[in-house]
């Protein structure tokens, strides 16, 4: 796979996977528990590594950006399977920083699981594994409350910053998406390299705002049942 092929599956995933795959696994969830919550319990039981993976998502993004981990949790209850992350609130500087962190799990799985569907014919492992593989990364892509609680008392706590820095990431969106309806009528070939480009561009800039005088405190993430 050619480092342009990854980089078009990584915006394919972007703009319609991740949507797709979160509507899918919420509406899903969703449904079963309504027809039967014994089936949704097992479910939840079988995708037992989809919430281990949903934490290691969070505490990665949390090693990138330097935030310390004070605390991995995994429960097995009667009602499902559940786990969170405590980290220290003061490290989270930033929006960017808390999205990345909060979202972690729906970007990364979300492209594992896109990933997987596209190498399914060549991967020399059997169906079953290649299924259960599936199901994992697509019950482990879930947003949990405690990640949307998490990122909201992020934004809360500097909400001028917060307005500035999802400024400064929509800028380069709205750029790169000028260029694509602007640049056949110029004559210019679409550049997949300019449209990666833009789209993390205002991400980085954002990320490189930082603020050190926030209260020291902890903040938990996790993955409900």
Same mark, same amino acid.
């Given at each position: /796979?050619? %480092?342009?092929?990854?980089?078009?599956?990584?915006?394919?995933?972007?703009?319609?996977c991740?949507?797709?795959?979160?509507?899918?696994?919420?509406?899903?969830?969703?449904?079963?528990?309504?027809?039967?919550?014994?089936?949704?319990?097992?479910?939840?039981?079988?995708? !037992? @590594?989809?919430?281990?993976?949903?934490?290691?998502?969070?505490?990665? /993004?949390?090693?990138?950006?330097?935030? @310390?981990?004070?605390?991995?949790?995994?429960?097995?209850?009667?009602?499902g399977?559940?786990?969170?992350?405590?980290?220290?609130?003061?490290?989270?500087?930033?929006?960017?920083?808390?999205?990345?962190?909060?979202?972690?799990?729906?970007?990364?799985?979300?492209?594992?699981?896109?990933?997987?569907?596209?190498?399914?014919?060549?991967?020399?492992?059997?169906?079953?594994?290649?299924?259960?593989?599936?199901?994992?990364?697509?019950?482990?892509?879930?947003?949990?409350?405690?990640?949307?609680?998490?990122?909201?008392?992020?934004? $809360?706590?500097?909400?001028?910053?917060? %307005? %500035?820095?999802?400024?400064?990431?929509?800028? @380069?969106?709205?750029?790169?998406?000028?260029?694509?309806?602007?640049? @056949?009528?110029?004559?210019? $070939?679409?550049?997949?390299?300019? !449209?990666?480009?833009?789209?993390?561009?205002?991400?980085l800039?954002?990320?490189?705002?930082?603020?050190?005088?926030?209260?020291?405190?902890?903040?938990?993430?996790?993955?409900?049942?």
């Open positions: /796979m050619t %480092l342009d092929v990854f980089i078009l599956l990584c915006l394919v995933d972007a703009l319609v991740i949507p797709f795959f979160l509507i899918a696994s919420l509406g899903l969830k969703a449904i079963i528990r309504r027809v039967n919550k014994d089936a949704a319990r097992l479910l939840e039981y079988i995708g !037992f @590594p989809g919430v281990v993976l949903h934490e290691l998502c969070h505490s990665l /993004m949390c090693r990138l950006f330097g935030i @310390p981990v004070t605390e991995h949790r995994i429960k097995v209850t009667n009602i399977v559940s786990g969170s992350v405590e980290v220290e609130g003061k490290a989270v500087h930033t929006f960017t920083a808390g999205f990345l962190v909060c979202f972690a799990p729906l970007y990364l799985l979300s492209l594992a699981l896109l990933l997987l569907l596209v190498w399914w014919p060549f991967l020399a492992i059997h169906w079953a594994l290649k299924l259960y593989l599936a199901y994992s990364f697509f019950i482990g892509l879930r947003v949990s409350g405690d990640d949307v609680r998490f990122l909201a008392k992020v934004a $809360g706590k500097k909400p001028r910053q917060t %307005l %500035l820095e999802i400024g400064l990431i929509l800028l @380069p969106v709205i750029l790169a998406v000028l260029y694509i309806i602007g640049a @056949p009528l110029l004559g210019f $070939g679409f550049s997949i390299w300019f !449209f990666a480009i833009s789209l993390v561009g205002g991400t800039i954002s990320g490189a705002i930082w603020s050190n005088q926030q209260p020291r405190q902890r903040e938990v993430l996790g993955s409900s049942n």
